[in-house]
């Protein structure tokens, strides 16, 4: 009996607990248009944060998914921006039990040029888990914030494509 207890004590401690380990939200998709510019500057994000979904985390599946998108050739320093893309979660739900986990993550997004706005812009991602693609809580609720960050990203992409789209067409 005392066996059974501890693997179900343990079993429920897996299921609620936080996860450690680090996400990597980042976008694989590859434009085949030229760089805008040669280098951007992403700060870290600010506003809402949890244990699914780090400051950290987002910034850096940002950062890979603009550089391997090709849309800008590198990442620069402070003091060497030519663009600069700020990031803001405003809101997210955390939802604590459920079979399903849909999560929302709410963004505002601020791109300037030589510090002036270029465009400021909001994004709502969804992501969702279901019991089918992961039996144990935790995984299943850390697997629908990586879904929503990555549509997050995504979406991003696709905005930063549409600015450069117009600002070719202006030329």
């Not at 501890?6 to 380990?21: E, G, K, Y």
């Not at 050739?73 to 459920?98: A, F, H, S, Y």
Request: proline share 2%.
């Amino acid at each position: 009996m005392k066996v059974f207890s501890s693997i179900f004590i343990l079993f429920i401690l897996n299921c609620v607990s936080p996860s450690v380990d680090k996400a990597d939200f980042t976008v694989k998709r590859k434009s085949n248009a030229k760089p805008i510019d040669s280098v951007i500057q992403i700060p870290f994000t600010t506003g809402k944060e949890n244990l699914y979904l780090t400051h950290v985390e987002l910034t850096h599946g940002i950062r890979d998914s603009i550089i391997g998108s090709g849309l800008f050739e590198r990442i620069g320093q402070d003091g060497t921006e030519v663009w600069k893309l700020e990031t803001e979660i405003l809101d997210m739900n955390e939802p604590m039990v459920g079979l399903d986990f849909n999560i929302i993550i709410s963004a505002k997004f601020k791109l300037t040029k030589q510090n002036q706005i270029v465009n400021e812009f909001s994004i709502n991602a969804k992501g969702m888990a279901t019991v089918s693609d992961e039996f144990v809580a935790v995984s299943r609720l850390k697997l629908a914030y990586s879904r929503a960050a990555e549509n997050l990203i995504s979406q991003l992409l696709d905005e930063i494509q549409k600015i450069r789209t117009n600002s070719n067409k202006k030329k």
